[in-house]
């Protein structure tokens, strides 16, 4: 039986791995780490943010799986996705981010604070409380995107 456990194990990796190989643009990786994370973000705070408005229905198991994945994501260190020159290519990211570095650092450290306050607050099962910090948290992101996050792909 343990042997089939990891025989499995390795499958669903391989399987889970191939799809997030093919997105790695391969002339542009340091964009594709950056644009893979942001994914990530999106993709794990979109769900919660429909469970709060009511889009999806309530499962107080479920968000706090969300919230908790959320909140490990956050400590993903992106920043060696902004490294010089990475400013260049296919990106959403505004050359702005590497003229203000302190700043976006100062950014990324408050959504990944507020991310952390959310996992906590997701285990109290008080949505109101859940509901609030949701919106602290997401406050942290829009933050980020009115300063450096273009609305369309930047091409240079």
């Not at 709060?52 to 799986?65: E, L, N, S």
């Not at 490990?72 to 920043?79: I, K, L, R």
């Not at 400013?87 to 702005?96: F, H, N, Q, S, Y």
Request: aromatic share 8%.
């Amino acid at each position: 039986m343990r042997i089939q456990s990891r025989v499995a194990a390795a499958a669903l990796a391989t399987l889970l791995a191939v799809p997030s190989l093919a997105h790695i643009e391969r002339s542009e990786p340091i964009q594709s780490l950056r644009q893979s994370y942001f994914a990530l973000v999106g993709m794990t705070f979109g769900p919660m943010a429909d469970m709060v408005k009511g889009k999806i229905d309530w499962d107080d198991a479920t968000f706090q799986r969300w919230a908790s994945d959320l909140a490990a994501v956050s400590t993903f260190q992106v920043e060696r996705g902004f490294a010089p020159g990475s400013e260049e290519g296919k990106t959403r990211a505004k050359p702005d981010i590497w003229l203000n570095m302190d700043d976006f650092s100062m950014k990324l450290a408050n959504f990944r604070r507020e991310a952390a306050a959310l996992a906590e607050s997701a285990q109290s099962g008080d949505r109101g409380a859940i509901a609030a910090q949701l919106g602290q948290t997401g406050g942290t992101c829009k933050a980020c995107h009115d300063e450096y996050k273009s609305k369309d792909y930047l091409y240079e």
